[in-house]
């Protein structure tokens, strides 16, 4: 019988406060992201310590713990659910980049399962050489075997139903204003950035993100002013502009009072949403003028984003398909 896997690729996140260092010191190991020519344990073993005090205090302001691998988890058992609707003979695992289960352990569990057909399918709907990438290499590296049989699926950003589940979101959202200010909401679109370095040497992401917004906004007959902004910067190099915090200062000066954030390149909430768009950028919200600041809810258990995941697996089941672009 043919057998399926499905690989779900993901971050992960720190699951107490004692794991933020060891997180930390993966993340800044990655050699696809960070490229340190010499000294590189010794690059991410200084940096995590140094940061870890700091973003064990943000995550205590979250629950002491990072969301996304509960929010992952629950993606991997609807998808498995929805696909063994359609076909018994499919395995949906977890592969987290950064914590557990790790790809090492996933790549041995799915190599002892003799599958047929290996489906890597990340959770970043994004293509870009610090997500998607990142984490195929690393499978690559880790599977212990042929790799073949493995389809990978570059990006989904475009796909009909993803766009429909994030529209849906917005209209969640948007519930949560006077029914009178409605019409006069900003929708400001928040994408994790990435250098500047990335997108002269080609990274598709920030194009990508671009066309994602548009595609919404489209489904939407624009109805409302929408923005495009970056956030998460690291480190002193050039980043993506604008800044979403810059975002919200500028459309304070220009009067506006009511702020939707909508975080778009992310499929589930973590500290990144929680933390840096709920928290802290509500701060600077606040201080400047803004009276109603709403964050969107991550599509964490969106069946329609669910949807979106299990059509992308049975057209490649069902066609054959080598790579998905």
């Not at 990072?66 to 695992?93: A, C, H, Y």
């Not at 994004?126 to 195929?136: G, I, K, L």
């Not at 570059?154 to 959202?173: C, M, P, Q, S, T």
């Not at 109805?223 to 902004?229: D, F, N, P, T, V």
Request: proline letters at 5%; charged letters at 25%; glycine letters at 4%.
């Amino acid at each position: 019988m043919n057998k399926t896997a499905v690989v779900l690729f993901n971050l992960g996140g720190p699951d107490s406060l004692e794991a933020i260092e060891p997180f930390l010191m993966n993340l800044f190991s990655d050699k696809d992201i960070f490229k340190i020519p010499v000294g590189q344990k010794l690059f991410a073993k200084i940096i995590s310590n140094r940061r870890t005090q700091k973003v064990q205090k943000q995550y205590e302001l979250i629950g002491g713990k990072s969301p996304i691998n509960k929010w992952t988890e629950l993606q991997r058992q609807m998808l498995e659910k929805e696909l063994r609707n359609e076909i018994n003979s499919v395995d949906v695992f977890t592969a987290m980049r950064y914590w557990r289960p790790t790809t090492d352990e996933t790549a041995k569990k799915v190599h002892d399962g003799n599958y047929s057909r290996i489906i890597l399918l990340p959770l970043y709907p994004h293509f870009s050489a610090s997500t998607t990438n990142s984490s195929y290499k690393e499978w690559i590296r880790q599977y212990p075997a042929d790799t073949s049989k493995h389809i990978l699926v570059n990006n989904y950003y475009k796909h009909d139903k993803y766009i429909i589940a994030i529209n849906e979101r917005i209209d969640e959202a948007l519930l949560k204003f006077p029914e009178e200010l409605r019409d006069k909401i900003q929708l400001v679109f928040s994408a994790h950035g990435t250098p500047i370095s990335m997108v002269k040497k080609g990274d598709p992401y920030s194009h990508q993100i671009r066309e994602t917004v548009e595609l919404i906004m489209q489904k939407r007959n624009n109805s409302h002013k929408y923005y495009l902004c970056f956030q998460s910067k690291v480190g002193p190099i050039q980043w993506l502009k604008p800044s979403t915090d810059q975002m919200i200062e500028n459309l304070a000066k220009e009067g506006h009072k009511n702020l939707l954030i909508i975080p778009i390149s992310f499929t589930s909430d973590h500290i990144e949403t929680l933390f840096e768009l709920d928290i802290d950028y509500r701060h600077i919200a606040e201080k400047v003028g803004i009276v109603n600041y709403i964050v969107m809810k991550g599509l964490n258990d969106s069946p329609t984003f669910i949807s979106t995941l299990k059509v992308i697996v049975l057209n490649i089941i069902n066609n054959n398909y080598k790579v998905i672009k």
